[in-house]
């Protein structure tokens, strides 16, 4: 399988199986709209008639021998060897958890998925034995994994810190017994930062989230305080201030895009102004009759908002102003391993999170939803045929995903979305995969001038 386009004046072709990008000429594009595998041994008479009002008919025959070779090299029209892999995507040991400290937030944010924090059911934090005993949990179901990861998630976590940073210190002093390393993360709104949660977070903290989504004007038209002021106004000092000690570490700033800011890239260029330069904003997900629900009569103009940023991103990087968009970071010279590249973000198998009352969910999107609650940790329960399934939810098993180009860069998409718009967790979310496929595109082409710039064309 290949994939074809045109963008920025480049006309690219991806070869699915392998992940080979090619930027070619007009003839060799024109050509592989009329020939596919099996070769013949020349290039039909019919398809050299058809090119021949635009090209001469030595250079059809000629073009056609280096597809051959190309296809003959396993170059082009690669085969799928993945699928060999899909065996091996079983129920595998807990890697990563999402910690529910908080079951409530300071903010009212209208798009929120969680309904404002509480997930519609009350408001809450977690105590810190039953934060111990999640961590437990996951200590003791990693097998011989090392390696652990732990996002303090809500609603707010900071509404909980104290429970926050004793967790850390527990799970700190456990790490040698099991021989394993914690690595903790943070998700904030940042309204309620403070010269000592910042000091800990960039201590403690291998990663920190820090939601804005952009724009004043934007920002707080979704993002709304209790009291009525500006959160845009209380959270950007806070962030640049963190940013700007965390030095080398990782951190984010993650914003939303709604049907309310399709011009979203001068959102994410605002962010690189303000001084951050590991930036995320992508698009709203939820019921369509929202007014302010991205539809599919607005994919046009998402597409276009696209092709923008990337045109602005290339120029800021030939200016020597570099920064990373999350959403356009792809690696195309080898990429994650097979079964990653497969499954995805391993949900409901190799990542569970955990509620203030002890519940297991595949994933925080999936907190409330009582067909997907996998256990609790105060009693013991685990649904392991639960676990099982998930491990099932590979691009194999999903229809739409196993024919489609993309299927090894996003690995079937988001359970959590599928489940809550399309009923099925093996079932794609439409407007999710038509914007997935776009970044796509534009990440490629992103790759492929760097490259022609790197070689001097």
Request: aromatic share 12%; glycine share 6%; proline share 3%.
């Given at each position: 399988?290949?994939?074809?386009?045109?963008?920025?004046?480049?006309?690219?072709?991806l070869d699915v199986n392998s992940g080979g990008v090619h930027v070619v000429d007009d003839m060799t594009y024109d050509l592989l709209d009329n020939v596919e595998p099996p070769?013949?041994?020349?290039?039909?008479?019919?398809?050299?008639?058809?090119?021949?009002?635009?090209?001469?008919?030595?250079?059809?025959?000629?073009?056609?021998?280096?597809?051959?070779?190309?296809?003959?090299?396993?170059?082009?029209?690669?085969?799928?060897?993945?699928?060999?892999?899909?065996?091996?995507?079983?129920?595998?040991?807990?890697?990563?958890?999402?910690?529910?400290?908080?079951?409530?937030?300071?903010?009212?944010?209208?798009?929120?998925?969680?309904?404002?924090?509480?997930?519609?059911?009350?408001?809450?934090?977690?105590?810190?034995?039953?934060?111990?005993?999640?961590?437990?949990?996951?200590?003791?179901?990693?097998?011989?994994?090392?390696?652990?990861?732990?996002?303090?998630?809500?609603?707010?976590?900071?509404?909980?810190?104290?429970?926050?940073?004793?967790?850390?210190?527990?799970?700190?002093?456990?790490?040698?017994?099991?021989?394993?390393?914690?690595?903790?993360?943070?998700?904030?709104?940042?309204?309620?930062?403070?010269?000592?949660?910042?000091?800990?977070?960039?201590?403690?903290?291998?990663?920190?989230?820090?939601?804005?989504?952009?724009?004043?004007?934007?920002?707080?038209?979704?993002?709304?305080?209790?009291?009525?002021?500006?959160?845009?106004?209380?959270?950007?000092?806070?962030?640049?201030?963190?940013?700007?000690?965390?030095?080398?570490?990782?951190?984010?700033?993650?914003?939303?895009?709604?049907?309310?800011?399709?011009?979203?890239?001068?959102?994410?260029?605002?962010?690189?102004?303000?001084?951050?330069?590991?930036?995320?904003?992508?698009?709203?997900?939820?019921?369509?009759?929202?007014?302010?629900?991205?539809?599919?009569?607005?994919?046009?103009?998402?597409?276009?908002?696209?092709?923008?940023?990337?045109?602005?991103?290339?120029?800021?990087?030939?200016?020597?102003?570099?920064?990373?968009?999350?959403?356009?970071?792809?690696?195309?010279?080898?990429?994650?391993?097979?079964?990653?590249?497969?499954?995805?973000?391993?949900?409901?198998?190799?990542?569970?999170?955990?509620?203030?009352?002890?519940?297991?969910?595949?994933?925080?999107?999936?907190?409330?939803?009582?067909?997907?609650?996998?256990?609790?940790?105060?009693?013991?329960?685990?649904?392991?045929?639960?676990?099982?399934?998930?491990?099932?939810?590979?691009?194999?098993?999903?229809?739409?995903?196993?024919?489609?180009?993309?299927?090894?860069?996003?690995?079937?998409?988001?359970?959590?979305?599928?489940?809550?718009?399309?009923?099925?967790?093996?079932?794609?979310?439409?407007?999710?995969?038509?914007?997935?496929?776009?970044?796509?595109?534009?990440?490629?082409?992103?790759?492929?001038?760097?490259?022609?710039?790197?070689?001097?064309?």
């Amino acid at each position: 399988m290949i994939h074809k386009y045109k963008l920025n004046g480049l006309n690219i072709v991806l070869d699915v199986n392998s992940g080979g990008v090619h930027v070619v000429d007009d003839m060799t594009y024109d050509l592989l709209d009329n020939v596919e595998p099996p070769f013949a041994e020349e290039c039909p008479d019919n398809v050299v008639q058809k090119l021949m009002r635009f090209y001469r008919k030595e250079d059809i025959l000629s073009c056609y021998e280096e597809i051959k070779e190309l296809y003959n090299e396993q170059i082009l029209f690669s085969p799928d060897d993945y699928e060999r892999f899909a065996a091996l995507s079983v129920a595998a040991p807990i890697k990563a958890m999402c910690l529910l400290v908080a079951m409530d937030c300071n903010l009212r944010c209208d798009y929120c998925f969680a309904g404002t924090g509480d997930y519609c059911m009350g408001r809450k934090v977690m105590s810190l034995e039953t934060g111990k005993k999640a961590l437990d949990f996951l200590l003791e179901n990693s097998g011989t994994r090392e390696h652990l990861e732990v996002d303090f998630f809500g609603g707010e976590p900071l509404l909980n810190w104290k429970v926050v940073k004793a967790l850390v210190e527990y799970g700190r002093s456990r790490e040698a017994e099991f021989n394993k390393k914690f690595r903790f993360t943070i998700t904030t709104n940042g309204t309620l930062l403070d010269e000592e949660k910042m000091d800990f977070i960039n201590r403690e903290m291998s990663n920190v989230v820090m939601s804005i989504d952009g724009r004043k004007d934007v920002n707080d038209r979704m993002r709304h305080r209790l009291d009525g002021k500006s959160s845009y106004d209380r959270i950007v000092p806070s962030y640049l201030e963190l940013a700007k000690r965390r030095g080398f570490k990782e951190y984010y700033v993650r914003g939303t895009y709604t049907k309310y800011n399709l011009d979203f890239a001068d959102d994410v260029f605002h962010l690189r102004e303000l001084g951050f330069d590991q930036i995320s904003v992508e698009p709203v997900v939820c019921d369509h009759d929202e007014p302010y629900a991205i539809t599919e009569k607005d994919l046009p103009a998402v597409f276009r908002e696209y092709e923008r940023l990337s045109a602005m991103i290339l120029d800021n990087d030939r200016a020597g102003k570099h920064f990373n968009f999350f959403h356009f970071m792809i690696d195309l010279d080898q990429g994650p391993c097979a079964i990653k590249r497969l499954r995805g973000c391993g949900c409901g198998n190799e990542y569970v999170a955990v509620t203030p009352d002890g519940e297991i969910y595949p994933c925080h999107q999936f907190v409330g939803k009582p067909d997907y609650l996998m256990g609790n940790i105060l009693t013991g329960e685990f649904n392991k045929e639960l676990k099982k399934k998930f491990a099932g939810t590979h691009i194999y098993n999903k229809p739409d995903c196993k024919v489609c180009w993309a299927r090894f860069y996003c690995s079937g998409g988001c359970n959590a979305n599928n489940y809550e718009y399309m009923g099925d967790i093996f079932k794609s979310h439409k407007i999710s995969c038509e914007i997935e496929k776009k970044r796509l595109e534009c990440a490629i082409m992103i790759k492929a001038v760097h490259a022609m710039d790197d070689q001097g064309e």
